[in-house]
């Protein structure tokens, strides 16, 4: 399984995937279980997917958390590989990118689930905005429920994801 931040540091709340993946880094997390910072690195991230993972969770700001939501606000949604519209911020790491260019490389996208984030400000700077640095947590246990759901069975994305 892949835990996959995405974002731009340098674009304030963008950058909050990256946050979530750092902070997951060396947390004990399940054997089999990757993290890692792709950044605004999508190609990156195709390559790693030859790998063939069971699972990717992307971290990552996304603008509709569902009911319109505030900022801060974290929901995980089940992706689909074959939606060709881009889900996530406009950094070029949209899932329909990424799985592209896994196509395009001989592979295919694995089950795909993202743990995102609705920004406060993803204009230039550094740093998250406080509703979205208090999100992290949130969205750290959000990874640890979903990987222990995977763990316990859950035999579809539907079962293991749920808002938060």
């Known amino acids: ?8 540091i340098f ?4 950058g909050f995937g990256c946050e979530v993946a750092r902070r997951l880094e060396g947390a004990g997390l399940p054997a089999g279980v990757r ?5 605004i690195g999508g190609i990156h991230l195709a390559y790693d997917l030859l790998d063939e993972y ?15 939501g505030r900022p801060g606000d974290v929901a995980v ?4 590989p074959d939606d060709g519209r881009p889900q996530l911020d406009a950094h070029s790491m949209d899932p329909a990118t990424v799985f592209t260019s896994l196509r395009t490389l001989g592979g295919s996208p694995p089950r795909t689930l993202l743990v995102g ?19 992290v947590d949130v969205a750290i246990a959000a990874v640890r429920e979903l990987l222990d759901n995977v763990a316990d069975g859950a035999s579809t994305p539907a079962a293991a994801a749920k808002e938060h």
Request: proline fraction near 4%.
């Open 11 to 14: 674009l304030s709340d963008d």
């Open 117 to 135: 984030c609705k920004p406060a400000d993803v204009g230039e700077g550094m740093g998250l905005s406080p509703a979205v640095a208090d999100a």
């Open 35 to 39: 993290v890692a910072d792709y950044g």
């Open 1 to 8: 399984m892949l835990v996959a931040g995405v974002g731009n």
């Open 54 to 68: 069971a699972l990717l969770i992307l971290l990552d700001t996304v603008d509709d958390v569902g009911d319109g």
């Open 77 to 80: 949604i089940e992706v689909d």
